[in-house]
């Protein structure tokens, strides 16, 4: 049985009649199922595990990335699908899995076509995409064999799956080669500078370094001074840390046009 898990910005009546074209185009396809909508009182980890006890086939989540993220990593490990239905235009997601927006994205569902991806892991807790750190406050080591140490450049990222850039969406001429592909064995680290937007201006990205390592260790440079790591876009965990590739996998559902 297919579940629907909407997002808790959903619930804005703008949102309706996007909503009745996606719930009229599974009817159509014969995938319609149950919807479950998450608020304050419902959170995507305490649905799921009820989900999985009614014996659900297949979890779809509707809306945006970061709770795509938490799906899939409730799912860890799971031979539960999950579908995404992408409804805000900039999500990194679709591009990466081949999803068109909003009801088109349900013809890739019905298609079900799997993918199995590794998914990232920092100490006790799993990652799907990326990890996200302030440069000059962290000395990184790479398989115990060489240390990354900046005073000069603002950001680190340590990628699991997505764009090998700081940027939160898609440039139309990004290509294959600039995504690291949680298939690889392997995770990628970049440093450098976000681009900054302040009004009409903007200072464009600078990419100084790309690394790539199997296991990480992450200290803070000052003793005393705990630096935040943001996973994923949105959940935070301080240092020290170790990250590595998890040994779970999630399976999902993707489309043909997939860039990973």
Do not use: W
């Not at 009182?41 to 979890?59: M, S």
């Not at 690889?184 to 009409?200: H, S």
């Not at 990480?216 to 990250?243: A, F, L, S």
């Amino acid at each position: 049985m297919f579940f629907y898990i909407y997002d808790s910005f959903l619930s804005d009546k703008k949102y309706e009649k996007i909503l009745n074209k996606i719930e009229t185009r599974l009817v159509n396809l014969g995938i319609a199922g149950r919807i479950v909508r998450l608020s304050i009182l419902k959170n995507i980890e305490e649905i799921i595990k009820d989900l999985e006890e009614k014996d659900a086939t297949n979890i779809i989540i509707v809306g945006e990335d970061k709770t795509f993220f938490k799906a899939a990593k409730s799912l860890a490990g799971r031979r539960i699908p999950l579908g995404f239905i992408p409804i805000k235009n900039n999500s990194n997601v679709a591009r990466l899995l081949g999803l068109p927006i909003n009801e088109l994205s349900c013809d890739v569902i019905s298609g079900r076509l799997i993918e199995t991806v590794s998914l990232g892991k920092i100490n006790e807790k799993n990652f799907l995409s990326f990890l996200e750190m302030p440069a000059e406050e962290v000395i990184v080591t790479c398989d115990h064999q060489y240390l990354i140490k900046t005073n000069k450049l603002k950001k680190i990222r340590i990628l699991n799956l997505g764009l090998l850039n700081f940027d939160d969406f898609f440039r139309e001429n990004e290509t294959k080669k600039l995504v690291a592909n949680s298939k690889d064995d392997r995770l990628e680290i970049i440093v450098g500078n976000p681009a900054k937007r302040f009004l009409f201006l903007k200072t464009e990205e600078i990419l100084d370094s790309l690394f790539c390592a199997k296991e990480i260790e992450i200290i803070n440079k000052k003793r005393n001074k705990k630096i935040p790591i943001i996973i994923d876009g949105g959940e935070i965990i301080e240092t020290p840390v170790r990250v590595s590739l998890s040994t779970k996998k999630v399976r999902l559902i993707v489309g043909r046009d997939r860039i990973i």
